[in-house]
């Protein structure tokens, strides 16, 4: 028996309660939304409307699978996010750990925890962030679920990747003599979320006049870094890769703990971007503690060969993507250090940021 689902219709003035049937909602979301042509591509044979969806493996390849939850009031809220941002970041989430094993992303599956009182218009609008997230990268949505809630949103995210067999990049393989390295800016997600939190308006409401429009986008809508994965599988080059996530230091303790190293960060080569540097400086705050404690960047942080390299950045350069090398792998097991450029040696915590309290990340 199909469930019932209790949705708030705003559209005709009285704002009524209707109950709507979960395949009617799953309807009103998917249908006609990703075309049958693309779905073919993506290797669909049979999609959402059936108990389960049937999907084309691709022959020498392996599977790469992961989910990520984004909860109301843990994750988001009005002031941090719009709902179409919600779906996007949702599927960047999830879409980001394809890009920290090398692999590509192929099909997605959505879950979602409703609370009685949400709109239809709503739901449409964080669907619509979903898959102009999930187009960007050549995604299926293939199937989910819904379910009603007694409290706020839910939206679980599982993506189905590939890679070649015996080819994903795993944190587990830096190697003592490598470098580390990142590609574009970390901290700006975090300062972002910052900003967002000390203005305390709805997004909606503010997002044309905000200040720093680079950091609020980089919290509202980062993007994935698969291109960069993949180059880093292809080269060959690439020992371990991680996606900062959680914050630059938690990122590197997850490399030196699976690979029984130690890692040694150097201050002065971490880039900081220009609006990252401006708003820490407003703010009286030091914008390492945004890069090293921030978090949902999606960028990638890895480890090469020390004389590796520079071919390494040259191949990636040549794609357009860019890359630092911020420190390097030492014996030290279970050591993670920040070299200060005043030569001081400071260890790091393994904690990232915490969304609305500004502690340790329990994750």
Known sequence: MARSIILTITDYGGGRMVSVDEFALIRLLTSGIQSDAMQREAGVVTGIGDDAAVVQVNEGMQLIVTCDTMTED???????????????????????????????????????????????????????????CANRYSIAVIGGDTTSSAGGMTITVTVIGEAPSGQAL??????????????????????????????????????????????????????????????LRQSGLCHALNDVSDGIASEVWEIAEASNVGIDLIEDRIPISEELNAYALQQGRDPLDFVLFGGEDYQLVGTVPAAQAPELQLQLRQRGIPTAIIGYVTADSGQVRLVRGSGDVMSLEKKGYNHFNGGEDGN
């Open 74 to 132: 843990v994750h988001f809220k009005s002031v941090t996010m719009r709902d179409s941002d919600i779906g996007f970041k949702a599927m960047a989430s999830a879409v980001s750990d394809i890009a920290a094993m090398g692999g590509t992303p192929r099909f997605a599956l959505v879950a979602l925890c409703l609370p009685r009182t949400i709109t239809t218009e709503r739901v449409r609008r964080m669907y619509e962030g979903l898959y102009e």
């Open 170 to 231: 795993l944190r587990s393989r830096a190697e003592v003599g490598d470098v580390v390295f990142t590609t574009g800016y970390a901290g700006e997600s975090a300062a972002g979320l910052d900003l967002l939190l000390r203005q305390g308006l709805p997004l909606e409401e503010c997002v044309e006049e905000v200040d720093y429009p680079g950091l609020v986008r980089a919290h509202c809508r980062p993007l994935p870094q698969i291109e960069a994965g993949i180059a």
